[in-house]
């Protein structure tokens, strides 16, 4: 179990940046539960639950999700649904159950860029961009490649557009980590293709989803199937070997680009 030497309710963003910069030990609190996990000592623990940032709001052009939000509001929420169809309730709906949906925070589900994440697979296959309080609004793909700094995810900003998506996941037990997860999305002729859980990183296969026309038939779809695991790398750990992933990767996609195109 961790420990904390003091907790800190923030009155405000700007509050909360110096506290997390006046100590090496200090920390951004979401909702705790990997954390407890872990047996590190901490000296401040910051908790941003009075600043309004448990929101989901739809704006002209997209919705904003605030870090503080939980994965049960995600899962459920009708404005998620009614902009991007069900991958966002699709990629947390396995995630342990009902109660720790209710306290776990997609802020801190996204920035610690968890290999094994569901929801940063299907953000990824979204036009998703983030928003830091030091570190300004950057698209989600560039944040998941740079490396940790001390900043506030302060909310996440989807863009909206006419997307048809999917969401596909192996687990061994309904409720364990996935094996392999994919995100699909379409907008037109432009497609999106996303693996996470490899173990590592979820990632975009952009070549596979250039192949991939506005309506593709089964050769079409056969050819981005095969180009995800010639584009993408794929490792082994006590969930699968790296030759399962392959046969998965391939099966997966498929499933959520035939989803789309029903």
């Known amino acids: 179990m961790f420990e904390l030497k003091e907790y800190n309710f923030a009155h405000s963003l700007d509050q909360a940046d110096k506290l997390?910069?006046?100590?090496?030990?200090?920390?951004?609190l979401g909702g705790l539960?990997?954390?407890r996990m872990g047996r590190k000592n901490y000296n401040t623990g910051i908790d941003l639950s009075n600043l309004s940032l448990n929101q989901i709001i739809e704006t002209e052009d997209g919705v904003e999700i605030g870090c503080m939000t939980t994965l049960r509001q995600i899962e459920t929420s009708r404005?998620?649904?009614?902009?991007?169809?069900?991958?966002?309730?699709?990629?947390?709906?396995?995630?342990?159950?009902?109660?720790?949906?209710?306290?776990?925070?997609?802020?801190g589900s996204v920035f610690p860029r968890f290999s094994f994440s569901d929801i940063l697979t299907a953000l990824l296959a979204l036009e998703t961009q983030v928003h830091l309080y030091r570190g300004g609004t950057i698209p989600l793909e560039t944040f998941i490649t740079m490396p940790p700094k001390r900043d506030i995810l302060v909310k996440l900003i989807l863009k909206k557009k006419d997307w048809k998506t999917s969401y596909q996941s192996h687990r061994m037990t309904a409720t364990d980590f996935p094996v392999l997860?994919?995100?699909?999305?379409?907008?037109?002729?432009?497609?999106?293709?996303?693996?996470?859980?490899?173990?590592?990183?979820a990632i975009l296969a952009r070549k596979a989803a250039a192949l991939l026309p506005?309506?593709?038939?089964?050769?079409?779809?056969?050819?981005?199937?095969?180009?995800?695991?010639?584009?993408?790398?794929?490792?082994?750990?006590?969930?699968?070997?790296?030759?399962?992933?392959?046969?998965?990767?391939?099966?997966?996609?498929?499933?959520?680009?035939?989803?789309?195109?029903?």
Not at 20 to 28: A, E, R
Not at 79 to 96: A, T
Request: proline share 2%; glycine share 10%; with cysteine.
């Open 20 to 28: 997390l910069h006046g100590d090496k030990g200090n920390l951004i």
């Open 33 to 35: 539960l990997w954390m």
């Open 79 to 107: 404005k998620l649904r009614k902009c991007f169809g069900n991958i966002l309730r699709d990629s947390v709906s396995h995630i342990v159950g009902v109660q720790f949906r209710n306290s776990a925070t997609i802020g």
């Open 181 to 201: 997860s994919a995100a699909v999305s379409s907008q037109g002729n432009q497609w999106r293709i996303c693996l996470g859980a490899r173990p590592a990183k």
């Open 214 to 262: 506005g309506k593709p038939d089964k050769e079409q779809i056969s050819l981005a199937c095969d180009q995800v695991v010639t584009e993408l790398s794929f490792g082994s750990n006590l969930r699968g070997t790296k030759e399962y992933r392959q046969i998965l990767a391939k099966i997966l996609v498929k499933r959520g680009i035939e989803a789309i195109c029903r």
